[in-house]
């Protein structure tokens, strides 16, 4: 395969997913604060910390005023990170690979593309549709995995798009986790209710699973538990890194590389790392630098597997 | 709710003109079917398929970028719902006649790059070819594969007031439209359906794979499974779709400069798992971008070191570089001779009348004659520097004669010739609009291949005789009937 279609691939899963996660935490965030009563110290502005890179005053201004927040997530041509930016990169990636992703996956971002830049999407926003138009952003979103899903052939342009999903996904987690803990300043004793980690819960789509599975009443240990080592929640740092360790097996396969060795040491210390960290050990002091360093060495990887993959020009 | 029938009672034909369907009060028989089957739909209903024929292309991206007020508006090119009918019988004429013409270009090439016997027999001027700016010497004397320059062609057909089909031009470079007619005929299939059926229009759909099996026999012998590319400027160049079409479906990687290097006079791709030869490239990129140690250095669009794998035969470069000097618009005045000399044969297909500016008493009858001229200039295509004699005003009239005067090597002139009208449906009425035809014509080791049909273009502005996509023109599916 193409470098260059190799990393187009990679990016169009990695924008694609950076789309999904912010259509998720951000539709939760517009129905929870609704509630007013519950959610009275709720505001927007984690979520603007996590996915623009606003001033500190600017946040001030913006994170209790739902509509300017929505422009500026998910329309504002200057937000490097807006819905309107990431969804014209992922279709510029899609459309440099184009012969190499199903014409059903290249007119499903052509279509979603065509649907962010249309005019009637900010009336749409602004107007008693806000909600709805929200849910059928992320409708379109969640119907883009199902669609590559099952149209793509597996091999190797498949393992690249999903090396850069699961890179996105365990990226984006650590970054949701880490306001939410910076919240309590990382104080598991602290004790919060579920309240406090319903917001966090419903932005990765866990919360159903954590009433179901955690019966206790440490709700900040349960949640910390959730999001990084529950192998089977979907966006828990575990479940992707497992995911990443299959795609990055079956890429190194297939190619036959001098840095495989230091690729897949890089991979083996991360997984490690959470795999057989100690739960008990986790705690005021030592949170932090942990999900810092697991972000950093995530970072860190994606960055040396995209040179020895990528490099083309 | 309004009968579509009531609404043809309005089709008016322009007098002295060709239209494909209509003699004035008769239907062709071509169009019988077609005619009756249009008469039992509504307006609403033929409205409602076309705004479906722009969501169908719309979605699949088959769109280009308009830019105002710095944003990017996409639009898709314009596509007329009628299709355009052609009967076996017309087809078999322009079939023979664009074959016998490639044949002779591709001689004419073969010999232009190497003989040059045509020259030393005093058939084409020496100076012409020495003055045309796409005769290419760095490819002198490289030995192509079959000795086929012209792979793929489009050449441009038109109608005139008698019916006659003329050439208009040759397109021997890079010629693009093909995905249209495909996807022309792609969206026909879905608006109508049972009319396809009925009228037992030929298929078009294989030229992919026709294209395919040439390519592949292009790579140098002792290869058993060749590693075909197709070279794209990249995402921005306005005909992209139709590049990662192609490579879709025939299944092979498309590619820009920077996927490509060369070694050891071997050209090679970028992929993950290191190098890998490259067999053949159908290239999109112009001649001048391909090589920038041979030609423009500062392009990015290409590979360094192209050439000199060309010519060691290391690679098939599809269509061959230097093709420019046979589609040059004074150039195109020989064709007929190009003919007779290779082939010893009459043109089938005649070309429509060109006078070369360079010698003064024709520029002297064209400027006397100049409301009924139209002036080219021979190096550009897509409707940019031309002047229709009709319709300009005094002071572009004044403009183009100052710029023949200056340089008249660089102009020739063509009496207008009224193109052929067909019905489209526009804003709810039918109108007879003007238009050219495109066939597709592929040319491999065992011959020359044309899929029967091609890209109809249509001038959409009432009474407009130009249908580059770029000046407001659109398109047509192209039928050709048993």
């Known amino acids: 395969m193409l470098s260059r279609i190799a990393d187009s691939l990679f990016w169009l899963n990695r924008y694609m997913e950076r789309a999904d996660g912010m259509l998720r935490t951000t539709l939760s965030h517009a129905v929870l604060l609704l509630d007013k009563d519950v959610n009275s110290d709720l505001s927007w502005q984690h979520v603007l910390e996590t996915f623009t890179y606003c001033s500190d005053e600017e946040i001030d201004v913006l994170k209790n005023d739902t509509r300017a927040v929505l422009d500026k997530l998910l329309l504002d041509g200057t937000n490097p990170n807006s819905l309107k930016v990431i969804v014209t990169r992922a279709r510029e990636n899609a459309r440099g690979a184009q012969d190499h992703i199903t014409k059903e996956v290249w007119e499903h971002v052509n279509g979603l593309y065509h649907y962010v830049n249309s005019p009637e999407l900010e009336k749409q926003l602004h107007g008693f549709q806000m909600i709805e138009t929200i849910e059928e952003l992320l409708h379109e979103s969640t119907l883009y995995t199902g669609v590559a899903d099952s149209t793509m052939p597996r091999g190797q342009g498949w393992d690249f798009m999903n090396l850069g999903k699961y890179i996105e996904r365990c990226l984006i987690t650590i970054e949701i986790a880490d306001k939410f803990f910076s919240m309590i300043d990382y104080n598991l004793e602290d004790e919060k209710d579920i309240l406090h980690w319903r917001p966090m819960l419903l932005s990765l789509s866990g919360y159903e699973l954590h009433l179901k599975n955690y019966r206790s009443n440490s709700f900040n240990d349960n949640a910390l538990h959730q999001v990084l080592f529950n192998g089977h929640f979907t966006r828990s740092v575990i479940y992707s890194l497992n995911r990443l360790n299959k795609y990055i097996r079956d890429v190194m396969q297939l190619n036959e590389t001098e840095a495989k060795e230091i690729l897949h040491k890089m991979f083996g210390r991360i997984r490690s790392r959470v795999e057989f960290a100690d739960f008990a050990s986790l705690n005021k002091e030592t949170l932090e630098p942990f999900l810092t360093g697991v972000k950093d060495e995530v970072n860190d990887f994606s960055m040396q597997f995209a040179q020895n993959f990528f490099s083309y020009s | ?482």
């Open chain 2, 1 to 482: 709710m309004i009968s579509a029938a009531a609404v043809w009672q309005q089709y008016l034909t322009p007098p002295g003109i060709w239209d494909e369907m209509s003699t004035g009060n008769i239907i062709r028989q071509q169009y019988d079917k077609v005619f009756e089957a249009l008469q039992h739909l509504s307006v609403e209903a033929l409205q409602h398929k076309d705004r479906l024929a722009a969501e169908l292309f719309m979605n699949q991206g088959i769109t280009f970028t308009v830019y105002s007020d710095n944003k990017g508006i996409e639009r898709i090119f314009p596509f007329d719902i009628i299709p355009r009918i052609i009967t076996s019988a017309e087809w078999n004429h322009i079939e023979k006649g664009i074959q016998q013409r490639l044949k002779a270009l591709n001689m004419f090439l073969k010999d232009i790059y190497n003989e040059q016997q045509i020259i030393k027999e005093g058939v084409v001027p020496a100076d012409l070819i020495a003055s045309c700016p796409h005769f290419t010497r760095e490819v002198f004397g490289i030995q192509v594969p079959h000795d086929i320059y012209v792979h793929i062609s489009g050449i441009d057909l038109i109608r005139g007031e008698n019916g006659t089909f003329y050439i208009l031009e040759d397109n021997l470079r890079t010629p693009s439209g093909v995905s249209y007619m495909l996807e022309n005929r792609e969206v026909t299939k879905r608006i109508f359906p049972n009319m396809l059926f009925e009228n037992k229009v030929k298929m078009v759909s294989n030229y992919p794979l026709m294209l395919h099996q040439i390519l592949i026999q292009l790579a140098p012998a002792q290869v058993s499974n060749p590693y075909v590319v197709l070279l794209t400027p990249g995402v921005y160049n306005s005909a992209y779709y139709e590049h990662t079409f192609l490579a879709r479906q025939m299944g092979i990687d498309l590619v820009e400069g920077r996927d490509l290097v060369v070694d050891n006079h071997k050209v090679y791709a970028k992929t993950t798992n290191g190098l890998k030869q490259v067999h053949v490239i159908y290239r999109r990129v112009d001649d001048e971008y391909l090589d920038p140690l041979v030609f423009k250095p500062d392009s990015v669009l290409g590979v360094p070191g192209l050439v000199s794998a060309y010519r060691k035969g290391n690679v098939a470069i599809v269509n061959a570089m230097g093709n420019g000097v046979a589609d040059d618009k004074a150039v195109y005045n020989y064709v007929p001779a190009m003919i007779k000399y290779y082939l010893n044969e009459e043109p089938i297909l005649p070309n429509v009348p060109t006078y070369e500016l360079s010698d003064a008493e024709a520029r002297q009858h064209v400027f006397k004659n100049i409301n009924n001229m139209v002036i080219k200039r021979t190096n550009q295509s897509g409707g940019y520097g031309m002047l229709m004699g009709n319709s300009a005003s005094e002071k572009e009239i004044d403009d183009f004669k100052k710029a023949v005067e200056a340089d008249p090597r660089s102009f020739i002139a063509q009496p207008i010739i009224k193109l052929s009208t067909v019905p489209c449906f526009i804003d709810g009425k039918f109108v007879a609009r003007h238009v050219d035809l495109r066939p597709y014509a592929l040319c491999g080791p065992e011959g020359i291949q044309i899929v029967p049909g091609g890209l109809t273009r249509v001038a959409l502005r009432e009474g407009s005789l130009v249908v580059n996509s770029s000046q407001g023109g659109g398109s047509k599916d192209t039928w050709v009937i048993e």
